[in-house]
């Protein structure tokens, strides 16, 4: 019997796996697809919001400000880029100007430190190409930025390298509570039984929900769709710039990305189909139109990709954490929408929390804090690269011209804890394919390097795992 089982692989149950690697205790997670980070994880603003938006109460308040303070130390520990940029809420309608004072003053009850308003001149200075509609803007300087990829990526291997097991491809299929209490979780392939259940399924968070507990929840799934321009652009703006917010979100931003790029975005769209990722040239154009409400002269010419994620929307718009007073160590990550990014650290260690102490958990003496991403040539200074190649000659052959990756990053990203097996796990670890041509110059050595290291076929190698191949036979083969 495991102690525990984590559905889902996102930001949130790889928090939860890495905190609970600090314990002695027998940890899985099951991820319905072909590696972490594949679901809302994957595709969202990148932001770590300051916590002045979430209501006072919220769980979403607390663990926004928790999670927002413990970023610094945990992205400083396992090796992943982070900066705190700030943030603005700018108001272009004079009458709407008291909601700035509104959010000042939620932000100061949730404990959001250094918030303050900046009028028009001062604006100006601080982000010159902001919009001349621009009356006066909330600004939070602890607001921050972060590769969500590279968080979730790590915080994963960190719990892998401390014991905890993942098991992909692996869908759960049902849950049901057992006469002593114990839990099993039923996959496609086998029967797992657990003393406790995390369930950090995002969208489909409330189906394992409503099977183990009478009192319902339910998760709208709500799409939002989104512009990256090229790194041209990426200095368009300083820091992340917000309208003022609605019901509906945060409504379209402009932000620059750790890496360098801008993106804007995202919609709003409640849907039915909880794997419906698609774009929309309705949702873009609102993307693109929207994002001049609070930024001038956006380069849209230089966009290079569009994407959509989904958001796991509760109907009582706040997070869901902790057990169902009728389902005992079945604990919920559920409706973890924005700020989820920022609040996952805060997540994982209440959760872990919350089990050391229902389950007496030990900790461990050799507890592994620290992770070591791989090396961006790309960053290094020409000493500093030669060094490396000297090491490896694999670090002086370029595969992805537009981002400088060589073969030696995509071997590690292969050959390291929880390796890429996709041409998407590759382009998360490394960004080898991100770049302004969008894979269209490296695809073909990615997947060659996949094809070599892991004596995958080239016909089976995907995009993104299932059925998503790229290729559909051999010439060679044929003739």
């Avoid at 609040?343 to 007496?360: N, R, Y």
Wanted: proline fraction near 5%; aromatic fraction near 4%; glycine fraction near 8%.
């Amino acid at each position: 019997m495991k102690d525990v089982v984590i559905i889902g692989a996102g930001v949130i149950g790889c928090a939860v796996a890495r905190e609970l690697s600090k314990f002695q205790c027998d940890v899985c997670v099951l991820e319905a697809s072909e590696d972490v980070c594949a679901g809302t994880s994957k595709a969202n603003s990148g932001i770590v919001h300051a916590g002045f938006d979430a209501m006072p109460g919220s769980a979403k308040a607390r663990f926004n400000v928790m999670g927002s303070r413990m970023m610094p130390q945990i992205t400083q520990d396992l090796d992943v880029p982070f900066k705190r940029n700030g943030a603005l809420v700018v108001c272009v309608d004079r009458s709407l100007r008291p909601g700035l004072d509104e959010l000042l003053e939620r932000g100061r009850i949730n404990g959001v430190q250094n918030l303050r308003i900046l009028e028009r001149d001062e604006l100006k200075k601080l982000e010159p190409n902001i919009s001349d509609n621009a009356i006066a803007a909330l600004y939070a300087p602890d607001s921050g930025i972060i590769c969500p990829f590279k968080l979730t990526i790590a915080m994963a291997e960190n719990a892998f390298t401390n014991g905890v097991d993942f098991g992909f491809n692996s869908p759960v299929q049902s849950i049901r509570r057992n006469d002593d209490g114990s839990y099993t979780v039923q996959t496609a392939s086998e029967q797992i039984t657990a003393r406790s259940v995390i369930n950090a399924a995002g969208v489909h968070s409330a189906e394992f929900h409503n099977q183990v507990s009478a009192q319902k929840i339910h998760i709208t799934p709500r799409r939002g769709e989104y512009c990256l321009l090229d790194k041209n652009a990426g200095n368009h703006v300083h820091c992340t710039i917000f309208p003022q917010p609605t019901k509906m979100g945060k409504g379209i931003l402009v932000t620059p990305t750790i890496h360098g790029n801008l993106l804007i975005g995202p919609t709003a769209e409640d849907i039915q189909d909880a794997e419906n990722t698609s774009t929309t040239r309705e949702g873009l154009e609102r993307v693109t139109s929207g994002s001049g409400s609070c930024v001038s002269n956006i380069p849209l010419r230089q966009i290079i990709t569009s994407f959509s994620g989904l958001r796991a929307h509760e109907d009582g718009s706040d997070f869901i954490i902790g057990e169902p007073e009728d389902a005992p160590n079945f604990i919920d990550c559920a409706g973890v929408e924005s700020p989820g990014l920022s609040a996952a650290p805060a997540i994982g260690k209440h959760v872990a929390d919350l089990l050391s102490e229902k389950f007496s958990l030990v900790p461990k003496s050799s507890w592994i804090a620290t992770r070591k991403d791989i090396a961006a040539t790309a960053d290094l200074t020409p000493e500093e690269h030669n060094q490396l190649i000297k090491q490896n000659l694999a670090y002086g052959t370029i595969i992805c011209r537009c981002e400088s990756i060589t073969e030696g990053e995509i071997l590690d990203a292969i050959h390291r804890p929880l390796g890429a097996r996709s041409l998407d796990g590759v382009k998360r670890r490394t960004r080898a394919g991100m770049g302004r041509c969008q894979s269209g110059f490296c695809m073909h050595r990615v997947m060659e390097i996949l094809h070599r290291e892991l004596g995958i076929p080239m016909e089976e190698i995907t995009k993104s795992g299932g059925k998503s191949t790229i290729v559909i036979g051999n010439m060679q083969k044929r003739q």
